[in-house]
């Protein structure tokens, strides 16, 4: 059964700065990842959604990143800013079927 | 423009008194899922429909159902809700060949339901 972990839970961090979300899965035999925003009290947004074919997408200030052979992708927010904060969610579609498996989110809070 | 739009945003509903959500989609996906989410937890896909095709998940539990009418609309029902079924209930959609696709779901803002 696939699993899938976020570290950290959560992160605060000042306004401007790099940072790094991490996620893990349990089975690399996954046909895409895909990353997306919450915020609270409403649905998800997919930010990006990388092939297991593809080691990394582009889109603005984010950037994810996918090592299927050690199960981790990492999403990269370059100059935070206050409204970049959310929860972040990475997904995972296995290769057969429809089935996502999410992770457990990582909640970011920029402070201005 | 919306894309997927649940209705209400907010549902509030007695012990034990049927309530159904609905879900509508303007990107003509084949594809459309319900999931729960409750506070600080990940998602939980309840069914899905590819097409026309009922998928429903193992620890489903019994009082949940769904339709779909048409390939706009899916609607979730709730028979008998309990406290536990409290939560944010989130439709979201795809186009998928089966069992391939490297498609996004996009997701609807959710219904939040309570339980008096």
Known sequence: ?112 | DAMVIQNPRYQVTQFGKPVTLSCSQTLNHNVMYWYQQKSSQAPKLLFHYYDKDFNNEADTPDNFQSRRPNTSFCFLDIRSPGLGDAAMYLCATSRDGRGRTNQPQHFGDGTRLSIL
Do not use: H, M
């Not at chain 1, 992160?11 to 046909?31: H, K, M, Q, R, W």
């Not at chain 1, 409403?42 to 603005?60: F, H, V």
């Open chain 1, 1 to 112: 059964k696939q699993e899938v972990t976020q570290i950290p839970a959560a992160l605060s961090v000042p306004e401007g700065e790099n940072l790094v979300l991490n996620c893990s899965f349990t089975d690399s035999a996954i046909y895409n990842l895909q990353w997306f925003r919450q915020d609270p009290g409403k649905g998800l947004t997919s930010l990006l959604l990388i092939q297991s074919s593809q080691r990394e997408q582009t889109s603005g200030r984010l950037n994810a990143s996918l090592d299927k052979s050690s199960g981790r992708s990492t999403l990269y927010i370059a100059a935070s800013q206050p409204g970049d904060s959310a929860t972040y969610l990475c997904v995972v579609r296995e290769t057969s079927g429809s089935r996502l498996t999410f992770g457990e989110g990582t909640q970011l809070t920029v402070n201005p």
